[in-house]
């Protein structure tokens, strides 16, 4: 099995190297105080520390609905499983789901194309562009596979999102041949504009819609979940018991009671969303200043900013760039068949803007030693 | 999927259900205070709350190496790889090894047998007794496997515990065939009244040994290990990042912070096994009293007293006892195939002496009325 190319960057670079690479939140932005006055809250009681139920903390799941709700998409504690982290969600319901075929978009989440692979699932990849993916495509492959994996806001890698003409789109092929969408919206709260409506709540019955505490407050709590209707959850228990009884419990008991107070994290979301608004108008602006060869949609949300060179091969760029302390995803690593060799995908959520100045200055160097061509 | 009875019952008690079910360690004794002073520590550092390398924080591998340094068994960071609890170690290692045979003890542990049939193994179950398993039943099926899974420990659900001799035998069995053992371990700390070398010591390049602090500190922060050499860890890497990218840092971040002070993990344990000795006995002398004709065997460590009746269906005994608010796992659960129905289970580490003969009672009225037999 091959390992994921940004978790083993994650693993070489050291404090000095300027990473574009991860989709790392902005470690200054975590809710530190708050989150340690809520672990100290919940380990006065003993029960934080004991073996919890496999679907998850009620409390943390009534607050989950909750959020749901509030968005106007009819949600209760039952239709919400906890896990750890989406990436275990992801996992859950591929083994559920071994051996099918499935839709994806091209390019697609890394760590979801690994877990479509271990579960033997075979994949098959439809265009995506700014606005949404290639509908007559969607239809195509969605009417045989019957079943889809989408990431509709501000996606990874590209940074796209859906238009409100395309979800609805996607949700009347779903509903038309009675299929399962998988939604994974671990950016959906970090938009720069305005908050979409899920695909899912068109087909709440026929959709697995994944959520995460990663992106918003914490990634080393592993804290995701799984909202769906009763009928599809219920099969997934098992699986879930099996792979690590339940999901870390202190974790749970310190977002259930960080969430208690609605207003902290309402403000703190609002807090994120204008400094990564921010950090990606910075980038963009020294990626147009520095390296205005690089063409690239500016996303509506999330850590991304993808494009391309006209002739570089972004895989043999990144070797060069690694040497001197700078690393990026190439997009090659984002296909699965496909031979694209020139896109590059950055984060722009972790670096400050004195090493995003520096980190595409060396790129620029770099490339204009003019040895780094496509194949 | 079969669910797994032992979660089941978890989810269906209630604060007032007598619960000899469950392997719970007693919350009481959860070093809260400790735990929350190094939470505190920990959080003021926002690495704490941010991704972590799939394998594990390094500055808690060096302390569970040491662990087995100070056992005189050879061990470093690199031998060690963080789980999200033993559990999803055994998921890891099961998913590399899919489609294979495994050796197994019956009676087993449940939630191993589950995550053996997820992946698609063939459970070859060879007798198990007090002083360890038919080490000639264990070389025939060895011998076609080449791969075993145990828990020489106090097992669960048993307790029963390998000689000396009987470690040596199996050790030399698996480097006869160079096969590979998984040696369960989590209740190896847990001794009454002295610890045991592992068998992976004397093979450290065929087995994986897996270790957890759930029984020792706390379940809630599911964190478990491999120890095994690095040409063993280094494949199931891609697994573990798939599955979850990586264990829950900040209960790895506490856990490391903890054990910082060595004493508080000493003196913890020897609390522990001092007090589950206590409980063990009582348990013992109450079954003794009150339900005579229940024949079993003293634990010399571990969690669980594991017995039977004479002409008792303990599956028919448990439903009944299920009414009445008392719950115990019946022997049945822990086989494959074998008919066995007058085995029970019992944790002895959950209940206050108080509920033991409350529990047991309500058992011995069950029984007297005489309407559950052996079928």
Redesign the interface.
């Known amino acids: 099995?091959?390992?994921?190319f940004i978790?083993e960057i994650?693993?070489n670079t050291t404090n000095e190297t300027i990473s574009f690479a991860?989709g790392?939140?902005d470690?200054?932005l975590?809710p530190?105080e708050e989150?340690?006055k809520s672990?100290?809250r919940v380990?006065?009681d003993?029960?934080?520390?004991?073996?919890?139920?496999?679907?998850g903390l009620d409390k943390l799941k009534e607050k989950i609905s909750q959020i749901y709700n509030n968005d106007g998409f009819e949600t209760s504690k039952e239709n919400i499983m906890i896990t750890?982290?989406s990436?275990?969600a992801l996992?859950i319901i591929s083994?559920y789901n071994n051996n099918k075929s499935i839709t994806i978009e091209a390019p697609s989440y890394l760590?979801a194309m690994?877990?479509f692979a271990?579960n033997n699932m075979s994949q098959d990849s439809i265009t995506l562009k700014e606005g949404g993916c290639d509908t007559f495509m969607f239809n195509t492959s969605f009417k045989k596979s019957k079943l889809a994996y989408l990431i509709p806001d501000f996606q990874n890698p590209t940074g796209y999102t859906y238009s409100e003409e395309k979800r609805k789109e996607v949700a009347n092929i779903v509903k038309q041949y009675d299929g399962i969408l998988i939604e994974d919206a671990p950016y959906s709260e970090i938009y720069f504009e305005k908050k979409y409506d899920s695909i899912s709540k068109n087909i709440p019955n026929n959709s697995y819609h994944l959520g995460s505490f990663?992106k918003t407050l914490?990634?080393?709590?592993?804290v995701g979940w799984i909202r769906a209707s009763k009928e599809l959850l219920e099969?997934l228990?098992?699986?879930k018991?099996?792979?690590?009884?339940?999901?870390?419990?202190?974790?749970q008991?310190?977002l259930s009671d960080y969430l208690k107070n609605n207003t902290n994290f309402i403000s703190h979301k609002n807090l994120i969303r204008k400094v990564y608004k921010k950090n990606m108008q910075i980038f963009a602006g020294f990626l147009d200043e520095i390296l205005p060869e690089f063409k690239y949609t500016k996303p509506k949300g999330g850590m991304f900013i993808y494009g391309k060179f006209e002739d570089i091969n972004s895989s043999e760029l990144v070797n060069k760039c690694m040497e001197k302390g700078v690393v990026f995803v190439p997009g090659a690593e984002f296909y699965n068949n496909e031979n694209v060799n020139s896109e590059i995908r950055f984060n722009f959520t972790h670096c400050s803007s004195n090493d995003i100045y520096k980190g595409l200055n060396i790129i620029k160097q770099l490339i204009s030693k003019n040895d780094i061509k496509s194949a």
């Open positions: 099995m091959k390992r994921s978790r994650l693993e991860g790392l939140p470690a200054k975590f530190q989150l340690k672990a100290a380990m006065n003993a029960v934080s520390l004991q073996y919890f139920t496999s679907t750890s982290g990436q275990q996992d083994r760590g690994n877990v271990l990663s914490s990634p080393a709590l592993r099969p228990v098992a699986y018991e099996a792979m690590d009884l339940h999901t870390n419990g202190l974790a008991s310190i």
